[in-house]
């Protein structure tokens, strides 16, 4: 199989490279109100675990301006049950579906794909998928390393499709985290230097033991770039289910809860400090080199985000006070300052129905959405200088620009995985 992902993604890229630079936005030949009218914005997801049936039901089938026309899954019984579940809501019995979504990818009929894999699988398709000139939907995080996110907003830049990363706190909770960020941009704070996250722990080696392959799973294929190993449940669980596995607690395909939460509230301080497009230049691990919270991560100016103890939230902390913002709602210290309100010459920010919508209407105006590439694989590369610190246990100087670091092999040397499997290596751009 990864020499069938190689052929195909050589061959068929080349060709959709071209294309993508006379058609990048792949509604050229109808009118958005047309394609929003007839149910022609064809959608391939990709996954069909825990997430995937829920974010297309959410997003792209309850939407009339979509329509999902294929789904792909590595497990034969998850997508037996994913396609039953589409068919049924289509009325019709036509959604195409394969194991290698590679097999459905450059079809003509697809303009949005989706992507539900396992963290390791995120960054590979997304940018086979927009160097076709094809929209795309990401969950989060958006990354696994740094390299792809380098990578992955490059893919995007140079093929102007629209990319909507799934960090939903922004647009969905009720909008507390908006309105946690307008009073932050609004200075009710006064000067904020400090956010504080509290997102799990850091990742950690793979160290489960292996068992036999159930029958239906191309587990060569799940496994992707990652080290070749033998299979486990909790990485990939046997047919249809309903949990999260537990592959996000460990570096070979994912970034621990670390990254898993982390993709969300620190996604929210930097929003709330106007980092979006900017990346630390110093990360400081903790003096316990067995602690597992308190990385600080520093940038040009001076202001830091640290991975905190406590409940999953982001706490910003300014000259004035404090405003904390979790899934729960949100709070400031003192009172007054939520208790006052914003006035009409003060920033707001946009409300949303959902984060899909959020993309839909941003494809329609050749627009980027309220979570982008960039901001996504930003947010993405937080998670990932934490837990190199923790790894490497060295103060850390990182050129964002060149996204790697100065003065330190350890470091780069988990830039990106040491050496990917053959066939499953990251598209080229140019």
Not at 251 to 277: N, P, S, V
Request: charge should be neutral.
């Amino acid at each position: 199989m990864p020499e069938q992902l190689n052929s195909l993604s050589r061959r068929r890229l080349l060709a959709g490279a071209c294309a993508a630079a006379i058609a990048p936005t792949m509604l050229t030949g109808r009118s958005w109100a047309q394609a929003t009218a007839n149910n022609q914005i064809g959608v391939l997801s990709i996954g069909s675990g825990k997430r995937g049936p829920s974010t297309l039901m959410n997003y792209f089938m309850k939407d009339k301006a979509f329509r999902v026309v294929a789904l792909a899954e590595v497990d034969q019984t998850r997508l037996d049950n994913h396609a039953s579940v589409v068919n049924k809501f289509n009325g019709a019995n036509d959604c195409r579906t394969a194991q290698n979504y590679l097999d459905l990818l450059d079809s003509a009929d697809i303009d949005v794909v989706v992507i539900n894999t396992p963290d390791h699988w995120h960054t590979i398709p997304a940018m086979q998928a927009a160097l076709l000139g094809k929209h795309v939907y990401a969950e989060k995080p958006l990354t696994l390393n740094l390299r792809e996110s380098q990578q992955i907003i490059r893919a995007q830049q140079k093929h102007n499709i629209t990319f909507q990363t799934g960090s939903q706190q922004r647009t969905e909770y009720r909008g507390v985290f908006a309105t946690a960020v307008e009073y932050v941009l609004n200075g009710r704070l006064g000067k904020v230097e400090l956010a504080e996250c509290g997102c799990g722990d850091p990742a950690r080696p793979c160290d489960l033991p292996t068992e036999d392959i159930p029958e239906g799973l191309d587990w060569n294929l799940w496994q992707g770039p990652a080290p070749e190993r033998g299979y486990h449940p909790d990485l990939s669980p046997r047919g249809v289910h309903k949990h999260y596995p537990a592959f996000r607690r460990y570096e070979e395909y994912a970034g621990g809860m670390l990254a898993d939460f982390g993709a969300h509230m620190f996604d929210i301080a930097q929003w709330g400090m106007g980092k979006d497009r900017e990346s630390p230049v110093r990360v400081i691990p903790p003096k316990d080199p067995k602690a597992v919270r308190g990385v600080e991560m520093i940038y040009a100016d001076g202001k830091k985000i640290v991975h905190a103890p406590g409940p999953y939230q982001t706490k910003f902390i300014g000259e004035l006070g404090s405003i904390t913002v979790g899934r729960k709602g949100v709070t400031s210290e003192p009172a007054s300052i939520l208790q006052e309100p914003l006035t009409d010459s003060d920033i707001r920010l946009p409300r949303f129905k959902n984060h899909g919508v959020n993309f839909r209407d941003c494809i329609g105006k050749k627009q980027q959405p309220v979570c982008d590439v960039e901001v996504g694989s930003r947010t993405a590369a937080l998670c990932h200088l934490a837990n190199i610190a923790y790894d490497v246990q060295e103060e850390l100087a990182f050129d964002p620009e060149n996204w790697a670091f100065k003065g330190s092999e350890a470091a780069n040397a988990k830039l990106d995985y040491g050496e990917r499997r053959k066939g499953f290596e990251l598209p080229e751009i140019d």
